[in-house]
Each structure stands twice: as C-alpha cells, then as structure tokens.
Nanobody
Framework: QVHMVESGGDLVQPGGSLRLSCAAS????????MYWVRQAPGKGPECVSL????????DYADSVKGRFTISRDNVRNTLFLQMNNLKPEDTALYYC???????????WGQGTQVTVSS
C-alpha cells in the first residue's frame, strides 16, 4: 500500500528556513519522479518542484526558484524540500506527491502546514 507522510512544517518568520521531509513506503521509491505541491487558503494547488528518479534533474516554480531546493534519498525512501528566505506568500499546506508514468500525480501525502508570519 502506497503511503507518504510529510513532516517539518512549522510557523516561521519571514526570511527564515524550513526543511520538509516526506517518508515514502509501499512502492519502489527510486522508480518514480516525485513532486512537492502546495495549496494556500482559497487558492488552487501549485506545483512547487519536481525531481527525477535518480535526482539528476530538478525543476521549480518561478515563485520559489533560487530559494527552495528539492532532493531525495533513494536508500531511505525520503523526499526533501529545503526552503530558505521564506515569504508570507509561501504560507500553504505542502504535499509530496508521486508522479505516475502517465504524468498524473497519483498518490499524495496528507500534507504539512507551513506558515510564514511575523
């Protein structure tokens, strides 16, 4: 059974940093592209970042480029998102998601809340 659990969300001041983690189980983690997706209150989901199977390629939304870094540990089946220089507009529920072979994000975690406020 596919299972993903995010952690690391918190309340942080503007300019601060957080590191999110997503522990995955129930599937061959190294065989899938992985994503971080966020949803702010009253807004639709936004794909923040993706990382390919071996971690050799990454991509970011323009809104986070230069501030966020996605990475993965295929031995520990864990996905990470290092977030630096956080802004109030980064406030959202952050989800990790698995990318299927068709490109659909077919499994999601339950999310971890990030709140950026002074």
């Amino acid at each position: 059974q596919v299972h993903m659990v995010e952690s690391g969300g918190d309340l942080v001041q503007p300019g601060g940093s957080l590191r999110l983690s997503c522990a995955a189980s129930g599937f061959t983690f190294s065989g899938y592209r992985m994503y971080w997706v966020r949803q702010a209150p009253g807004k639709g989901p936004e794909c923040v970042s993706l990382i390919t199977l071996g971690g050799g390629a990454t991509d970011y939304a323009d809104s986070v480029k230069g501030r966020f870094t996605i990475s993965r540990d295929n031995v520990r089946n864990t996905l990470f998102l290092q977030m630096n220089n956080l802004k109030p507009e980064d406030t959202a529920l952050y989800y990790c998601a698995r990318g299927s072979t068709t490109g659909v994000l077919d499994y999601w975690g339950q999310g971890t809340q990030v709140t950026v406020s002074s």
